[in-house]
């Protein structure tokens, strides 16, 4: 696609429950993060993937918090068992592939509120 | 551990006056160094990358130093617009990984009329 689509762009949930956050990266992109953000903060690194491999998992939060990409494309984020403090914006972003030097684009992200 | 640190004090300055702001960082020396816009309600946006070997970088109204030894970046926006108005953050490479992207927690730049 032209940019990378979140979706869903607005989720409430009742805590307890489950909930996918689906990643969409721009075509042809091999590189994918996660980034977390919440109110009034910075950008918190959650995981990335290089093609459908995740080597760095070190910013996931908790077991709750798992994220898979299947054909190198698309991917899921998932949160089991909600807990308020997961209330935050979810933002997914891609790059040609996983470099520093490389440009990220981000999605405008999936707004995460647990109550 | 590394820090990367922006002022969290909304930098507030007159239309037409230069903004400057202000990424500081400790304990690892990155190889990349780049600046983003986020807008609220907004996915960040890509401004401008600065290599390590780079002392400045241009792009249009906007400039980017990287000072290596004070573990410092400076970034400019001058002739300063109320549509630049928005929060900025600045990113570099992980410390323990040249893979991913670790960002500043951003200063907001308010530009007035």
């Known amino acids: 696609g032209a940019g990378v689509s979140q979706s869903p762009s607005n989720k409430v949930t009742e805590k307890g429950k489950d909930v996918e956050l689906r990643c969409d990266p721009i075509?042809?992109?091999?590189?994918l993060y996660w980034y977390r953000q919440s109110l009034g903060q910075g950008l918190e690194f959650l995981i990335y993937f290089q093609g459908n491999s995740a080597p760095d998992k070190s910013g996931l939060p908790s077991d709750r918090f798992s994220a898979e990409r299947t054909g190198g494309s698309v991917s899921t984020l998932t949160i089991q068992r909600t807990q308020q403090e997961d209330s935050a914006v979810y933002l997914c972003?891609?790059?040609?592939?996983?470099?520093?030097?490389?440009?990220?684009?981000f999605g405008e992200g999936s707004w995460l509120t647990v109550v | 551990s590394q820090k990367i640190e922006q002022n969290s004090e909304a930098l507030n300055i007159q239309e037409g006056k230069t903004a400057t702001l202000t990424c500081n960082y400790t304990n690892y020396s990155p190889a990349y160094l780049q600046w983003y816009r986020q807008d609220p309600g907004r996915g960040p946006v890509f401004l401008l990358l600065i290599r390590e070997n780079e002392k400045e970088k241009r792009k249009e109204r906007l400039k980017v130093t990287f000072d290596t030894t004070l573990k410092q970046s400076l970034f400019h926006i001058t002739a300063s617009q109320p549509a630049d108005s928005a929060t900025y953050l600045c990113a570099l490479d992980g410390m323990d990984s040249s893979y991913k992207l670790i960002f500043g927690s951003g200063t907001r730049l308010l530009v007035r009329p």
């Open positions: 075509s042809g992109h091999t590189a």
């Open positions: 972003a891609s790059s040609p592939e996983a470099y520093s030097g490389n440009t990220i684009y």
